[in-house]
């Protein structure tokens, strides 16, 4: 961080942690609740379809919009503008839209009119938030994430508020996206360009060359975000494609609560990365390795937490949040066989705790600049992923979904793990020299 950026950061380190955390799961909490209004109002094949959209948009808008905010954010020699990120994300929504279009015209002889409308409600959501990304990067490299909280706050609220009016006015899914693009958009230019104007020049701007430089450091952080998201999503493609939309909708009402750990742990992880390198390449091992622990602590008791009321009261907590069909759905026939007794909502937990551990030691490995160790970890873990679905979902359902997350996080979290320690034994090694 620049001494520019100190003297207008107002906050230290923990209290910036702090605002991360409340920011994502903020994001976490109104996604999951959304959810579950849609799981009591509305068709389980209705929300299998959108979840599967959600599936589809994700990975793509990763990798074609890239992860322009963390160039942004990470550029401490200050030679890039908000501005010119600003004319790249809107190049590559273009390029997005144009892919989505595509996909619903040579998809029309497989999808309805339904299925079509909800992955271009969903892309332009993806779309929106892009935009909004910019404005938060700015907000972000200023080390305001308490603004950046009240942003994700507000777009919570009010997409909730959105949510319920559309179930208890009985109207058709399509307007849930649709309320969703119109709140993000609101939010976006009333609150996220106003406080990130106040930090600087952000009007939009168009260079060739900026363009290329930028494109070129963020597409291999939007590849290593795309493998992240297909690595969630690979399931719900074969799942769908042998248990149709209804267990689609069945598994993803499981992994939002994954989903929800992931989100909180990516605030929590973001806040501290940058200490962590900082700690890392001045061979300051003690306090990398205090500050790491922390972050795994923390990231241990909530899981501990989770994990434990999902073993006593998962049946409890499906009825909690959704109709009784879902409760069937993963305790009954279509969850699949039940190795050493676990119900499959118990294996899911399971595998969401090694997601997290994998991103701490991940997201470790990063501070340490060991990306290439990173892309491939997560490539491995997607192949490995990719191939147990294909064997076990058609045969096994939801329990070989399930199996196949674990063992697929299971094995980025011992590559990451094992590069980790290979980086501060030769940080060690080197100090002592």
């Known amino acids: 961080m ?7 950061s107002r906050w230290g380190l923990k209290t910036n942690a702090f605002w991360g955390v409340w920011a994502n799961v903020m ?49 401490a020699r200050g030679e890039l503008t908000a501005g010119e990120c600003l004319g790249v994300r809107f190049l590559s929504n273009a390029v997005l839209w144009g892919i989505l279009m595509s996909t619903c015209y040579l998809a029309r002889g497989y999808w309805n009119n339904f299925n079509g409308t909800l992955l271009l409600g969903v892309g332009g959501i993806k779309m929106v938030e892009s935009w909004a990304e910019i404005y938060l990067g700015v907000l972000q ?32 899914l399509i307007f849930v996206p649709v309320g969703w693009i119109m709140v993000l958009l609101a939010v976006t230019w009333a609150y996220d360009r106003v406080r990130a104007g106040r930090c600087g020049d952000i009007n939009l701007r168009f260079d060739y ?24 999503s690979t399931a719900r493609y074969f799942i769908d494609h042998w248990w149709g939309e209804v267990g689609v909708a069945y598994y993803g009402m499981m992994m939002i609560f994954v989903t929800g750990a992931v989100m909180a742990q990516t605030g929590l992880n973001q806040s501290v990365l940058g200490r962590l390198a900082v700690y890392y390449h001045n061979g300051e091992i003690g306090r990398f390795g205090e500050l790491l622990g922390k972050v795994g602590a923390i990231s241990l008791l909530g899981l501990g937490v989770l994990f434990l009321l999902v073993w006593f009261g998962g049946e409890q907590l499906l009825h909690l949040v959704s109709r009784e069909e879902y409760v069937y759905g993963v305790y009954g026939p279509l969850s699949g066989p039940q190795p050493w007794g676990l ?39 997607l192949a490995v992923n990719a191939w147990l679905c294909r064997e076990y979902v058609a045969e096994y359902g939801l329990v070989g979904a399930a199996w196949s997350l674990i063992a697929a996080s299971t094995v980025v979290f011992v590559i990451c793990g094992l590069v980790l320690i290979s980086a501060i034994l030769s940080t060690l090694r080197i100090n002592k020299i």
């Open 343 to 381: 119900p499959v909502f118990v294996v899911v937990m399971l595998g969401g705790v090694m997601v997290v551990l994998g991103m701490v030691a991940g997201d470790a490995i990063v501070a340490c600049h060991r990306f290439k160790s990173r892309m491939i970890a997560v490539a491995l873990g």
């Open 141 to 172: 490299k200023r080390e305001r994430m308490n603004e950046v909280a009240v942003s994700q706050t507000l777009k919570t609220l009010l997409l909730l508020v959105w949510t319920g009016f559309v179930a208890l006015r009985n109207l058709p």
């Open 209 to 232: 060359a900026s363009a290329v430089k930028i494109s070129r450091r963020a597409f291999w952080l939007g590849l290593f975000l795309m493998m992240v998201h297909l690595n969630e």
């Open 2 to 8: 620049t001494e520019s950026h100190r003297a207008e």
């Open 27 to 75: 994001m976490g909490c109104g996604r999951f609740l959304a959810f579950i209004i849609l799981a009591k109002f509305f068709s389980s094949a209705g929300l299998g379809q959108f979840m599967l959209a959600w599936a589809i948009v994700l990975p793509l808008a990763a990798v074609i919009n890239m992860e322009v905010r963390m160039v942004l954010v990470t550029d």
